[in-house]
């Protein structure tokens, strides 16, 4: 990116704004605080950019109707409705052929959706644990292996809808924990098998062969009960909750094999610029591939991407100036690329 310097449009869903209008705190879970968006603004304006704010998918296109244009978008906005939400974003900026951070609408659109990641890493031979989309409870008569199980809404983050009650160990139990989902979310259910082992969390930056891991950190739940559950209220209430401790190869052999699924993972589901990938070993200590999170949260020294960084030496300056390189490439690429011929 050498010393190029440009205005940097930032787009994002600023919780408050959503509290205000009477959306509840689960509803507006995975969206921002103040903090972070001014902890990359103050990262973009020390790394010699000029930022502006944006705002959510309505604001950018509000934006755009009035002329606004900017040399790239760094965009972390989530979305509010549709299984495509993190999606929106980044096909608008398609549209204006306006280049941006992360990853492209194909790609934001099927990792959220979980159980279509999971089979795309099924299919090209990576880890990951049995699972069975039920689109209704009675669908869980037909989940094709045996408890326990694990339990979710297929395309919700930051553990929403994951409880206690997630771990069942009764087939008997299984439409009622279904049901109870579904009507919550309006969604169909992730049943998986239930992994018993440790879990991990591994942050990349980076994209293709460029991509590489940043570090790792094992997850070890200490409330109880649900010591076997990072549930959405372990998450949002950490502190006290939950330990994060972060591990090398050199320390932990089974690091090695955690981080070269998780690169592998990252690669293959052609993520772009950074985020992180959730691991969780089987009964028999065999990593396996949990989820993906390509819009990872970027508040400094709360949400896993910047806390692994830190926690390996990379300031949050630092991962802001690396993602920013990662999407530079495109466009550097497309700059270089020759003018169609015309007819």
Known sequence: MGEQTMIIGLTY????????????????AEFDSVETIAA????????????????????????LVKGERWDLVFNIAEGLHGM?????????????????????????????????????????GLSTGQFFLAA???????????????????????????????????????????????????????????????EFTTGLVGTGAFAKVMGTMEIIVLADPGKD???????????????????????????RDVEALALAAWQMLECRDGGRIDIRCD????PCFIEVNPLAGLRPHYSDLPMVCEFFGTSYVRLIEMILASAMERVQDRMQAPCPETA
Not at 114 to 123: E, F, Q, S, W
Not at 283 to 286: D, E, I
């Open 40 to 63: 990359i603004e103050q990262a973009l304006c020390d790394l010699g950019h000029t930022p502006v704010r944006i705002g959510n998918a309505r604001q950018l296109i509000e934006c």
């Open 136 to 198: 209704a409870p009675e669908d869980a008569g037909r989940v094709p292996f045996a408890p326990p199980y694990f339990v979710k809404p297929v395309a919700q983050g930051t553990g929403m809808g994951i409880t206690t009650d997630s771990v069942v160990r009764d087939k008997k139990n299984l439409p009622r924990v279904c049901r109870a989902l579904m009507e919550q979310f309006g969604q169909p259910v992730l049943i998986e098998q239930f992994l018993s082992g440790r």
């Open 13 to 28: 869903d600023l919780r408050q704004d959503y509290l205000d209008r009477g959306y509840t705190e689960l509803e507006t």
């Open 283 to 286: 009964a028999k200590g065999t």
């Open 229 to 255: 559950v990072y549930s959405f209220e372990n998450k949002e209430g950490w502190k006290g909750r939950v330990q994060y401790l972060p591990l090398s190869p050199d320390v932990d052999p089974v690091i």
């Open 84 to 124: 495509g939400r993190e999606a929106q974003v980044p096909a608008i900026l398609d549209l204006y052929q306006i280049p941006y951070t992360f990853s492209d609408p194909l790609v934001m659109s099927l990792t959220l959706h979980k159980a279509l990641t999971k089979r795309v890493m099924r299919d090209a």
